[in-house]
């Protein structure tokens, strides 16, 4: 579990294929690795791996086909930045929200633009994950714990704030840059529970219509 603050950035040091999946050695810059042994977690731009291996500066893992699939990790190259953060601890303050570092889909960003000292960014969430994300909730994008400003269908808006901009990797943002996403998880356990026993059923989901006949739409936007 992490908290969306992000303690340090790294650098990927060596992408290593081995029989379909990869091994990423991540060089972790500031961060203090003197408490992390292998089998630890680490998030690596919003993704939960393990340390399998630690050496001077950093740290490796192991990174599944499923993985490479459902994020961003995949399209990483070598020297590429990433945002790092360790996991919560129980004396740990919770400054961002609870994050799981299971990656829910990939966003692409719409736009850049300058607000003040600060900047706006609005992002294309995947369709799927569009109920999940609410003004002025939280989400998570490349580990980073955001404000959702507002909220126009799958696309959000985030105000990104000098430091955040400083320390973090989306100061490298451009337009069409793909980001890992997680919605926050009190939002995909609600729907689970609110589901009840149609949850058992695979054919079933939440949709506009099921909305729509439990009062929670008018039944004419439905």
Not at 2 to 23: C, H, K, S, W, Y
Not at 74 to 83: C, I, M, Q, S, T
């Amino acid at each position: 579990m992490f908290t969306g603050i992000i303690q340090a950035t790294g650098l990927i040091a060596a992408i290593e294929p081995r029989a379909g999946d990869v091994r990423l050695r991540i060089a972790c810059g500031d961060l203090d690795l003197s408490s992390v042994t292998p089998g630890d977690s680490i998030a690596v731009s919003g993704v939960c791996l393990t340390a399998v291996a630690m050496d001077e500066g950093g740290f490796s893992a192991d990174v599944s086909t499923e993985t490479l699939q459902c994020t961003t990790l995949g399209e990483l190259a070598a020297g590429d930045a990433v945002n790092l953060e360790k996991p919560l601890l129980p004396a740990t303050p919770l400054g961002g929200h609870f994050v799981s570092g299971h990656v829910d889909g990939v966003g692409e960003v719409i736009d850049l633009v300058e607000d003040a000292r600060s900047l706006r960014i609005h992002i294309q969430a995947p369709q799927a994950l569009a109920r999940y994300i609410a003004a002025k909730g939280s989400v998570c994008v490349d580990g980073v714990s955001l404000t959702v400003n507002e909220v126009n269908g799958a696309q959000f808006g985030v105000n990104i704030i000098p430091h955040t901009l400083e320390h973090t990797t989306i100061g490298q943002y451009r337009a069409g840059s793909r980001v890992n996403i997680e919605v926050d998880l009190i939002a995909r356990y609600l729907e689970r529970l609110y589901m009840g026993a149609r949850a058992a059923d695979p054919a079933s989901s939440i949709t506009r219509e099921f909305l729509a006949n439990h009062g929670y739409l008018d039944q004419t936007d439905s």
